[in-house]
């Protein structure tokens, strides 16, 4: 129904910026929450940034001030900017998408952050 696919991910040093990026596929509805997770090493994945359809923004609080979302309904796309990056911050990063009751996933990019 719905295929994610993230890219962007990689090493970066801390104090950097990197962008990801997640294109969707398939039965795509413009009535949806788009968001990013993430999963540290030995931890439980986190909800870090969702948009809504009227571009309406969460952040957790680890991230605020350093981290933007945005989508592009025309492309099918939602970003997630970061910077001031720090090695907390590395991670497997997925996107995900609320639709119609029911969750997509993306397989996840990976974000190294070296100190």
């Known amino acids: 129904q719905v295929q994610l696919v993230e890219s962007g991910g990689g090493l970066v040093q801390a104090g950097g910026s990197l962008s990801l990026f997640c294109a969707a596929s398939?039965?795509?509805?413009?009535?949806?929450?788009m968001g990013w997770y993430r999963q540290a090493p030995g931890k439980q994945r986190e909800l870090v940034a969702t948009?809504?359809?009227?571009?309406?923004?969460k952040y957790v609080d680890s991230v605020k001030g350093r981290f933007t979302i945005s989508r592009d309904n025309a492309r099918r796309t939602v970003s997630l900017r970061m910077s001031s990056l720090k090695p907390e911050d590395t991670a497997v990063y997925y996107c995900a998408v609320d639709q119609k009751g029911m969750r997509y996933w993306g397989t996840g990019t990976l974000v190294t952050v070296s100190s």
């Open positions: 948009v809504t359809s009227g571009d309406s923004t």
């Open positions: 398939g039965s795509i509805f413009s009535n949806n929450v």
